[in-house]
């Protein structure tokens, strides 16, 4: 008996690994090679979801860093990396006043300069404590222009120019500037007067992470003076792993547009796909994938913030979300119950937590079929979707009719 199970188990040890072995193919410039046929480099992961309202879906993460602030990654890597996580667009929005790494590219490059000549980052710290008369030295702008723009054609994804206003976290808070055309022009020690000289450039001001680092959501004194004159167009909902709902009504009163953002610093891979979830993402409803079209669907707050299979937004926008992504029809007249049977069809990548009202929520997922019961002669069917939100605590109740 113990003979039979260990010969059985190596057989399918044995199958495992012939198969995986079947992945490799000989290689056309070496034959004394394989290479194998897996290359995730090659590979995106697609979102799919339908037109809104005659509108693209565009999947965009407006927060990202690279190493040339206090990130692990290269800003062209930024831009592949998008593409392979089914991205459309991206901002690089490197810290403005911590950029700790630059003190690393001295060490790094010290036997470059003339021994006894000390050369070493400066200004490179400045969140709390201003800059000296020199201010900062290193070019804000190097990340984008000479970088990821370059990269930018070769995956089809926008790269949108932005930095991060980043002082203390706790008493100030940290402010995205996106779509500005010169990041050298904007420091000043008035975090209010960086985000002024970067409104001056046609940037959108978005308030990021707003309970990070805090006991609460509150607004700080610069949060008041820079949402009372209408510095802000934006505000992170959703951060990595955080998610305010609270924040929803904030954005609903201020009459600004809701995000949500990886702000990723190592890896998206490592962060939240080696963890089975998804990057957080904006998906932004415009024209085109253009910075133009980007920026005028921000404006116009056509956007939802995404993140954990959990999205959040303006209540219409949410619904017209779900319908357009939905199609419900009839399977059965009447069962063997006199009941009418339906299916609802989730056409998108999106999951779903549906809940016929009343009743317990059921789980839609990505291309998939809930089969639903309802009383003979019903002519619509009502759904809670738990997974939206439209504000802290409710959810989207959407009416379906059924033929």
């Given at each position: 008996?113990?003979?039979s199970?260990?010969?059985?188990?190596?057989?399918?040890?044995?199958?495992?690994?012939?198969?995986?072995?079947?992945?490799?193919?000989?290689?056309?410039?070496?034959?004394?090679?394989?290479?194998?046929?897996?290359?995730?480099?090659?590979?995106?992961?697609?979102?799919v979801?339908?037109?809104?309202?005659?509108?693209n879906?565009?999947k965009?993460d407006?927060?990202?860093?690279?190493?040339?602030?206090?990130?692990?990654?290269?800003?062209?890597?930024?831009?592949?990396?998008?593409?392979?996580?089914?991205?459309?667009?991206?901002?690089?929005?490197?810290h403005?006043?911590?950029?700790?790494?630059?003190?690393?590219?001295f060490?790094?490059?010290?036997?470059?300069?003339?021994?006894?000549e000390?050369?070493?980052?400066?200004?490179?710290?400045?969140?709390?404590?201003?800059?000296?008369?020199?201010?900062?030295?290193?070019?804000?702008?190097?990340?984008?222009?000479?970088?990821?723009?370059?990269?930018?054609?070769?995956?089809?994804?926008?790269v949108?120019?932005?930095?991060?206003?980043?002082?203390n976290?706790t008493?100030?808070?940290?402010?995205?500037?996106?779509?500005?055309?010169?990041?050298?022009?904007?420091?000043?020690?008035?975090?209010?007067?960086?985000?002024?000289?970067?409104?001056k450039?046609?940037?959108?001001?978005?308030?990021?992470?707003?309970?990070?680092?805090?006991?609460?959501?509150?607004?700080?004194?610069?949060?008041?003076?820079?949402?009372?004159?209408?510095?802000?167009?934006?505000?992170?909902?959703?951060?990595?792993?955080?998610?305010?709902?609270?924040?929803?009504?904030?954005?609903?009163?201020?009459?600004?547009?809701?995000?949500?953002?990886?702000?990723?610093?190592?890896?998206t891979?490592?962060e939240?796909?080696?963890?089975?979830?998804?990057?957080p993402?904006?998906?932004?409803?415009a024209?085109e994938?253009?910075?133009?079209?980007?920026?005028?669907?921000?404006?116009?707050?056509?956007?939802?913030?995404?993140?954990?299979?959990?999205?959040?937004?303006?209540?219409?926008?949410?619904?017209?979300?779900?319908?357009?992504?939905?199609?419900?029809?009839?399977?059965?007249d009447?069962?063997?119950?006199?009941?009418?049977?339906?299916?609802?069809?989730?056409?998108?990548?999106?999951?779903?937590?549906?809940?016929?009202?009343?009743?317990?929520?059921?789980?839609?997922?990505?291309f998939?079929?809930?089969?639903?019961?309802?009383?003979?002669?019903?002519?619509?069917?009502?759904?809670?979707?738990?997974?939206?939100?439209?504000?802290?605590?409710?959810?989207?109740?959407?009416?379906?009719?059924?033929?």
């Amino acid at each position: 008996m113990k003979k039979s199970i260990i010969i059985t188990i190596l057989l399918a040890f044995s199958a495992e690994y012939a198969a995986q072995a079947q992945y490799y193919v000989p290689d056309s410039g070496n034959e004394e090679m394989l290479v194998h046929v897996h290359r995730p480099e090659r590979i995106r992961r697609e979102i799919v979801i339908p037109m809104v309202n005659g509108y693209n879906v565009y999947k965009v993460d407006l927060h990202t860093h690279t190493m040339f602030s206090d990130g692990q990654a290269m800003p062209d890597f930024r831009v592949k990396e998008a593409w392979c996580d089914g991205l459309d667009a991206i901002a690089i929005t490197d810290h403005l006043e911590f950029r700790p790494n630059e003190g690393t590219f001295f060490a790094y490059l010290k036997p470059y300069f003339p021994e006894g000549e000390e050369m070493k980052a400066k200004n490179n710290k400045i969140s709390e404590t201003p800059p000296d008369e020199d201010g900062i030295l290193g070019d804000l702008n190097f990340t984008y222009k000479r970088r990821a723009l370059k990269e930018s054609p070769n995956y089809g994804i926008t790269v949108i120019r932005g930095t991060e206003i980043s002082r203390n976290g706790t008493t100030v808070g940290h402010y995205n500037a996106l779509f500005t055309s010169n990041n050298n022009k904007i420091y000043d020690p008035d975090p209010i007067v960086s985000m002024r000289k970067a409104k001056k450039q046609g940037a959108l001001i978005i308030h990021n992470h707003p309970g990070w680092r805090k006991s609460n959501i509150d607004y700080t004194e610069t949060d008041k003076i820079a949402y009372d004159e209408g510095l802000i167009d934006g505000v992170e909902v959703m951060n990595h792993s955080e998610f305010y709902p609270g924040i929803i009504d904030r954005a609903l009163e201020r009459g600004i547009c809701m995000m949500a953002a990886s702000d990723i610093h190592s890896a998206t891979a490592a962060e939240f796909y080696i963890a089975g979830t998804h990057r957080p993402m904006t998906l932004v409803l415009a024209n085109e994938n253009t910075e133009e079209s980007l920026r005028e669907a921000l404006i116009g707050r056509r956007t939802i913030a995404y993140a954990n299979n959990t999205l959040c937004g303006e209540e219409q926008l949410l619904k017209d979300l779900f319908t357009s992504s939905m199609t419900l029809k009839v399977i059965r007249d009447k069962d063997n119950k006199g009941k009418v049977v339906l299916g609802l069809t989730n056409n998108s990548s999106i999951p779903y937590l549906v809940a016929v009202k009343g009743g317990n929520p059921d789980y839609l997922g990505p291309f998939c079929t809930l089969m639903i019961k309802q009383k003979a002669g019903a002519e619509s069917v009502v759904f809670e979707i738990m997974n939206m939100y439209c504000s802290k605590k409710t959810h989207p109740i959407i009416e379906m009719n059924i033929r």
